[in-house]
């Protein structure tokens, strides 16, 4: 039979209910036939992200983390997956395959046993290889002409780099302990990230359209809420700010808090303090001096064009 890892990880527990929780998950995996060789405690850890607890709906911030390692048939897995997912103790179920080493191979598992904050240059060297930074004579929405454009809708074509983007900006919500109810993406292009903000933080997600419909329903915001919860804003790149600002004015209207907005990029041309006075908390992942100093290590972009464009992008408009 296969050999597989089986991760899991519990609520916090008192020592005799954890007892029980690890014997239901031990006679689960017996019962479909499972050969156990090994069970590790990896101890009480953090979690790299919120999640909620099954029937009362609160968060967890900290968990116990355990491995099973077993020898089971394909469909004993699945089999097994599926109840122990759905048992109220277990915030988070995952079987994967080992190598020789006993190494876990599911990015999923290793993403919340061992998960690492992703670096800026990281993240620049994949929008790099995606064509994502162009230099030449460019206009915005504003009608102001730009000597650089960043296109981050292309990396909705990559699902691993559209995800590491999300990801980045998660690390910074985290790090910086941000505290939000709902997920909205600024219409439409941040759509994508702030979907896998939603799914990676275990956090709904709400959606704002630009205009309320004609038809059906009519609203213009999409999904199921409560008024006077808090609302987070994702967008890709942002100039000004205004399309965020135009997104929580309208998100108030609906008796939402807005407090905070993140996006991947901050052109850096006035929005932190446009949106301060809004009352908004505005924070980037990337910053555009961050890609220029990106693209002189390219051998694209001389020192002295940097602080040529850095200047043309501080005129006002």
Do not use: W
């Not at 780099?161 to 997920?183: E, G, P, S, T, W």
Request: neutral net charge.
């Amino acid at each position: 039979m296969p050999f597989y890892e089986v991760s899991m990880i519990t609520r916090s527990l008192s020592k005799a209910d954890l007892v029980k929780a690890l014997t239901r998950a031990g006679n689960t995996l017996l019962d479909h036939g499972a050969v156990i060789e090994k069970v590790e405690s990896l101890g009480h850890r953090d979690l790299p992200y919120k999640r909620l607890a099954k029937q009362t709906n609160e968060p967890v911030y900290a968990s116990n983390f355990f491995l099973f390692k077993a020898h089971m048939s394909r469909e004993a897995r699945q089999k097994t997956k599926s109840i122990l997912t759905h048992d109220l103790d277990t915030l988070r179920m995952t079987a994967a395959t080992a190598n020789g080493n006993h190494a876990i191979d599911d990015p999923v598992v290793v993403k919340v046993q061992s998960a690492s904050p992703i670096e800026e240059t990281t993240l620049f060297e994949e929008l790099y290889q995606m064509e994502c930074f162009r230099t030449g004579e460019f206009y915005l929405k504003s009608g102001q002409m730009t000597p650089i454009y960043i296109d981050l809708r292309r990396i909705m074509s990559s699902p691993r780099v559209l995800r590491m983007a999300a990801q980045a900006m998660c690390d910074k919500l985290v790090a910086k302990n941000i505290k939000f109810d709902y997920v909205v993406g600024v219409p439409y292009a941040a759509l994508p990230l702030a979907t896998l903000v939603s799914d990676i933080l275990n956090t709904p997600m709400l959606m704002k359209r630009k205009e309320a419909k004609a038809y059906g329903t009519k609203q213009l915001i999409e999904g199921v809420y409560q008024p006077g919860k808090t609302v987070l804003l994702v967008e890709d790149v942002v100039t000004s700010g205004e399309s965020i600002r135009e997104t929580a004015e309208a998100i108030r209207k609906e008796s939402l808090k807005v407090t905070d907005a993140i996006a991947v990029l901050d052109r850096q041309q006035g929005a932190s303090a446009n949106l301060a006075e809004d009352k908004l908390n505005f924070m980037s992942f990337l910053t555009m001096e961050g890609i220029l100093d990106g693209l002189i290590t390219k051998n694209e972009m001389t020192e002295e064009r940097k602080h040529q464009i850095i200047e043309h992008l501080a005129k006002p408009f």
